[in-house]
Nanobody, 117 residues
Framework: QVQLVESGGGLVQAGGSLRLSCAAS????????MGWYRQAPGKERELVAAITSGGSTNYADSVKGRFTISRDNAKKTVYLQMNSLKPEDSAVYYCFLGAAVNLIRSWGQGTQVTVSS
């Protein structure tokens, strides 16, 4: 199975930026979708952003205009650029790969994002 290794989390103050990366261990068959879910204590898991093998993207309403997802197929890596971060963005972010968002095959180990105010 494909293994996903993610990185880029950390502590940042409100208004700052972070860039998450998620690298696949081997080539990925198409079609597919990759992206991030996040989960904060006491809150439901939320789909943050997703990108298909064809380049189509989808974002949660709460992050539209602030986050940008992209992928580098040659590097087998997906990126999430997070700008204008808010304290409510604080969560563990989990990268995923699947045939669809409801057919997930692989998960990253998670990376903590903490935004202070």
């Amino acid at each position: 199975q494909v293994q996903l290794v993610e990185s880029g989390g950390g502590l940042v103050q409100a208004g700052g930026s972070l860039r998450l990366s998620c690298a696949a261990s081997r080539s990925i068959l198409s079609p597919n979708v990759m992206g991030w879910y996040r989960q904060a204590p006491g809150k439901e898991r939320e789909l943050v952003a997703a990108i298909t093998s064809g380049g189509s993207t989808n974002y949660a309403d709460s992050v539209k205009g602030r986050f940008t997802i992209s992928r580098d197929n040659a590097k087998k890596t997906v990126y999430l650029q997070m700008n204008s971060l808010k304290p409510e963005d604080s969560a563990v972010y989990y990268c995923f790969l699947g045939a669809a968002v409801n057919l997930i095959r692989s998960w990253g180990q998670g990376t903590q994002v903490t935004v202070s105010s």
